[in-house]
């Protein structure tokens, strides 16, 4: 069974997917390792993917199509609707705002007309990449307009789960946040990575993300300071929280090559491993395969 | 008028847009009421410059989380069948609830016919309503860690910062979204007229930019560009407004100012505006009062 690493930050933009695509390259010279990109709302460890996808796997959602012959405008649905997708316009008929629907179905078993039969649209995709830059990718990709961010995260972990037998490694990239999601990913790995950045921003969200980590049991954690140069930020007091949580990190500095590797869709530590970034992440990969070995 | 600020993806700028805007707002259109929508890591507060006054805190509940009594399950997995969340796992031919995936709809209930399924109320969010140092009043969800109805406490957010706006007779309210387009972010856009997308130089960005207008183009917003951090990248930020479709409203310059001002806890629109920084964004927001057609009446 493969170590599982999760990569998280309660900020957005620390550089969560900056680590998870190096870890994941780094890992993959020590074992076969796959790369789990559970932000599903934007998924952009795929612009680092030097690849087609090799399979895909499209994630359905309920939708009510309702049959306009059997209803007779009783708004039962409407009042059951809790995110208030369907409106009932009197004497006409009952519409649906697609947009708003939850795909939950409880209008379908609430019409006492059977006025509702399923259909369903589409939801999300998962797809599973075989790159030749030494690892594998199962990226879930939650489609615009639909809104089950949560359970296109915990699709994409199982998904990966089924595969995860074949590999010694694997490393989750995770949406920013603190939510139900981010808890799902973290319940599921052996070691948590906290990015955050030297501003005042990135120290609030990770006070915030420490306490959802707290909810998780005893995993073990690391933290990455992100643009650890950054002048005018809060490293100090990053530092005295880190101590003060008995949290060990190691600190990344921000250079230009990072920024070059964003825009070439390139791995900053394959592609320019002298940098001072990329000697840290270096660091930070080794101390990595130490707390997973 | 409801102005929200997105990206897709993270770290773009959309709190440091979001604050100098309502600020901005508030001083030269006569008043402007700030939402912090991104409920999982709520920052607004110290982008606006600290707070000066709580003037009320409540939590948000909502039904949401359901429980089984076993002594009525006979394991008919009705519920099982009719939950379209992957909620309920079968352990021992009997349903569980894996609550970190229930959506609180309600639907197992429907279905048990031994009533022995109860959907109980759950703590999803606080809501503050603050005033800042700067003067602002803004309207503060904070989403309980672990939590999972964001779009609950953006839209309970969105309707107290309405009430509040009509109360103080403020033309404006400004919210900041959550990263992403996903429940939080659909709340944030659905309602509101004009939608700020806030895009920095990278592919990463401009992919996230393009998944968050997909979303706005089904809600009918009026969007707009800014391009953040142009300036680590001119090449490719000349692309962008062409590949996005959209109209620019300024550039901003990457400087190190935007970290020391939330480091001072001092927005930048207030401390400096005639620096680079300032006049950038000074631009930024009198363009989208042109383009906008904003005025002392919304």
């Known amino acids: 069974m493969a170590k599982i690493l999760a990569v998280v930050g309660g900020k957005g933009g620390t550089g969560k997917t900056l680590l998870a695509i190096n870890l994941a390259y780094g890992l993959s010279k020590l074992g076969k390792t796959l790369l789990i990109d559970a932000d599903v709302d934007n998924p952009c460890s795929k612009t680092f993917l030097r690849a087609e996808p090799s399979s895909r796997e499209v994630v359905r959602e309920f939708r009510p199509k309702i049959i306009e012959d059997r209803c007779r405008l009783c708004g039962t649905c409407v009042q059951n609707c809790h995110p208030h997708a369907l409106l009932l316009i009197p004497g006409k008929r009952v519409m649906l705002v697609s947009e708003l629907c939850e795909g939950c179905g409880v209008c379908r078993l609430v019409c006492p007309f059977k006025a509702i039969e399923d259909s369903w649209i589409e939801a999300g995709l998962i797809e599973e990449y075989r790159t030749d830059q030494g690892f594998d990718a199962v990226v879930g990709e939650l489609k615009p307009t639909t809104r089950r961010t949560p359970v296109m995260i915990l699709k994409t972990l199982r998904y990966a789960e089924k595969r995860i037998g074949e590999y010694d490694y694997a490393v989750a990239d995770s949406p920013p946040g603190t939510g139900s999601g981010i808890y799902a990913i973290m319940s599921y790995a052996d070691l948590i990575i906290a990015v955050t950045e030297p501003t005042r921003l990135g120290l609030s969200d990770l006070e915030k993300l420490y306490k959802l980590y707290e909810k998780t049991g005893s995993k073990k954690l690391l933290a990455a300071i992100n643009k650890s140069g950054l002048r005018g930020g809060v490293k100090k007091e990053l530092e005295e929280f880190l101590k003060k949580i008995g949290v060990e990190w190691i600190e990344i500095p921000y250079d230009e090559s990072v920024v070059r590797s964003y825009a070439e869709g390139s791995i900053l530590i394959e592609r320019y491993p002298r940098s001072p970034a990329a000697e840290a992440v270096k660091r930070l990969l080794e101390r990595v395969s130490e707390t997973l070995s | ?298």
Not at chain 2, 116 to 126: C, M, N, P, Q, V
Not at chain 2, 200 to 217: C, D, F, N, T, Y
């Open chain 2, 1 to 298: 008028m409801e102005i929200a600020v997105a990206s897709g993806k993270g770290g773009t700028g959309k709190t440091f847009l979001a604050s100098n805007l309502a600020i901005f707002l508030e001083r030269k259109l006569g008043g402007a009421v700030a939402v912090d929508a991104d409920v999982e890591a709520p920052d607004l507060a110290i982008a606006l410059g600290g707070v000066d006054e709580v003037l009320s805190r409540r939590e948000v509940w909502e039904s949401a989380k359901a429980s089984i009594d076993y002594g009525r399950c006979t394991g008919c997995l009705k519920c099982y069948d009719a939950c379209m969340f992957d909620a309920i796992a079968i352990e021992k031919a009997k349903p569980r609830i894996i609550e970190e995936y229930c959506e609180g709809c309600g639907a197992c209930r429907i279905v048990c016919p031994e009533k022995a399924i109860e959907i109980r109320e759950t703590l999803t969010g606080y809501l503050s309503v603050i005033k800042t140092i700067g003067g602002i009043y803004a309207v503060m969800g904070d989403l309980e860690v672990g939590g999972r109805n964001t779009g609950h406490v953006v839209y309970t957010a969105r309707e107290e910062a309405k009430k509040l706006a009509e109360k103080l007779e403020k033309n404006f309210i400004v919210i900041d979204s959550a990263p992403g387009i996903g429940c939080p972010v659909v709340s944030s856009l659905s309602g509101a007229e004009v939608l700020i997308v806030v895009v920095e130089p990278i592919p990463q960005s401009l992919q996230g930019a393009r998944r968050v207008l997909e979303v706005a183009k089904a809600f009918r917003l009026r969007s707009y560009l800014v391009l953040n951090k142009y300036d680590l990248n001119e090449g490719f930020s000349e692309r962008i407004p062409g590949e996005l479709g959209l109209e620019v409203l300024g550039r901003i310059p990457y400087d190190e100012e935007v970290v020391e001002s939330y480091t001072m806890m001092n927005p930048i629109i207030l401390s400096n505006p005639g620096g680079r920084i300032g006049r950038a964004l000074e631009e930024v927001f009198e363009n989208l009062i042109e383009l906008g057609g904003l005025s002392r009446h919304g």
